[in-house]
């Protein structure tokens, strides 16, 4: 990994680490509001679209979408011509694909799904269908002949497909493609929108900027009836729907995305400074990560006159220290970020307040601003003894986060059942001490098989 990747690998980390604590903590009433989405409060979990704030639960999502963006200017590095446009659609095409493919199946081979009553047939076929696709995804790049590498994987994706299709499943149901994992659908949309935007962009920033407001135009306009409308609700040819796998509705996180653009490009250019690490590096860093933590209290709690006023001061005295480091792409990262958390704050009041879902544009400028105060501070504690290690096992699993995705659902917990240990996995939910450490357990499982897999060079990629 490069000297330079590794705030942004510490962010996708942290980001995919976060989405499995999340989701495998004691759910009820043995943890506080602040531990679940804000949406979704405890103790019965009820979706109410009108409770606005935030939780660091909320961010996860938003950081990923964003390390997203920023990883697109690592990977498309000269500018696109026309001779070379067609080679852009095909990359973009095929993850959009391979996306698609990843949320269908692995949805469809929880054991849960499987079967009302999983049983060990059910965790063994999710086993085999981790080990699919790994055939599928993994770049064989020990095999010297590309053909047999392609050959190979084209035949574990049928194969893949194949099975898939012809399953039952639970509740007596055959495969349908509305039964996916809608993260990984947002991601395989922002995937493909986000290649072709970046790679046409590339020497025209104001382009990507200027496609912002044109979405923002298509949300606002789609409520009244016209063209704009139809143009928005557009999802069918004839009798062939095709919005299990796009929705314009998803293309409100390149509010999230596009700017994570900007960071990638800025953290390209912070490797070739000459840039002094003193103790203003580490001073920016710890005002960023008391900047996170006071927005997400201020949100939460809802005190958002006191959180303005403390998030300026605190703006205010990390600009001032990161004027003396002496670094260019640190003042952008940090410009950018402050803009847009300002602007977030400024829309908090529409639409009833931040919200994750249904997700508002406070909720876009506000997650975009402090994901660029979490790369400030990931670049801020690299090589500051224990918290350079942090960073670095951080790093390690934002390196095949595909993996960590699924080794939760299709390893771990299938393991623990066949093994009777799930069981007293589940009951630890008698208070929050033990709510908290099951998460903390099962999280903990899934980053030490996703730190074996990059050890191993194993990743993931589409």
């Avoid at 026309?82 to 081979?109: D, I, K």
């Avoid at 949300?219 to 095709?242: C, E, M, N, R, T």
Wanted: charged share 15%; glycine share 8%.
């Amino acid at each position: 990994m490069k000297e330079r990747q590794r705030s942004l690998d510490a962010l996708r980390g942290l980001a995919i680490l976060g989405m499995i604590l999340s989701g495998s903590i004691a759910f009820g009433d043995v943890l506080p509001g602040w531990m679940y989405h804000a949406q979704v409060p405890p103790p019965n979990h009820v979706f109410d679209p009108s409770k606005p704030g935030i939780t660091w639960v909320d961010l996860v999502f938003p950081f990923f979408l964003f390390s997203m963006g920023a990883a697109f200017p690592q990977v498309i590095r000269q500018p696109i011509s026309l001779q070379a446009l067609p080679n852009l659609l095909w990359v973009a095409f095929r993850r959009f694909g391979l996306l698609l493919f990843f949320a269908l199946f692995t949805q469809h081979f929880k054991a849960w799904v499987l079967s009302d009553q999983p049983q060990l047939r059910e965790q063994i076929h999710s086993l085999v269908a981790f080990g699919l696709l790994f055939i599928v995804l993994y770049e064989w790049k020990s095999i010297a002949s590309s053909r047999v590498r392609l050959g190979l994987r084209l035949i574990a994706l049928l194969v893949s497909i194949g099975w898939m299709t012809q399953m039952h499943y639970a509740k007596g149901t055959d495969f349908d493609l509305y039964r996916s994992d809608i993260i990984i659908v947002v991601l395989a949309n922002m995937a493909l929108f986000g290649t072709i935007i970046y790679g046409l962009t590339q020497n025209r920033p104001w382009v990507r900027i200027g496609i912002l407001p044109l979405i923002m135009a298509v949300f606002l306009a789609s409520k009244q009836d016209g063209w704009v409308k139809d143009f928005y609700s557009f999802h069918a040819i004839g009798p062939f729907s095709f919005d299990w796998a796009y929705k314009f509705y998803f293309l409100k996180y390149l509010f999230i995305v596009i700017p994570g653009m900007f960071a990638g490009e800025w953290l390209i250019r912070l490797r070739t400074e000459d840039a002094r690490t003193s103790r203003h590096s580490i001073g920016s860093a710890a005002l960023g990560l008391l900047l996170i933590v006071w927005n997400l209290y201020g949100l939460y709690t809802r005190q958002l006159g006191l959180n303005v006023v403390g998030s300026v001061l605190i703006l205010a005295l990390q600009y001032w220290l990161i004027r003396q480091a002496g670094s260019v792409a640190l003042r952008r990262l940090f410009e950018a970020g402050a803009y847009l958390l300002i602007l977030g704050l400024c829309f908090e009041s529409l639409e009833g307040g931040i919200k994750k879902d249904p997700s508002n544009y406070s909720y876009y400028f506000v997650c975009s601003g402090l994901a660029f105060t979490a790369l400030i501070v990931f670049e801020g504690f690299r090589d500051r003894l224990l918290l350079s290690k942090a960073v670095g096992f951080l790093g390690l699993q934002g390196q095949n986060p595909m993996v960590a995705y699924v080794a939760g659902s299709l390893v771990v917990l299938p393991i623990m059942t066949i093994l009777s240990v799930k069981s007293h996995w589940d009951s630890m939910n008698q208070n929050a001490w033990m709510g908290f450490s099951k998460g903390v357990i099962f999280t903990g499982l899934v980053a030490l098989i996703t730190y074996l897999f990059v050890k191993l060079r194993w990743f993931w990629r589409t």
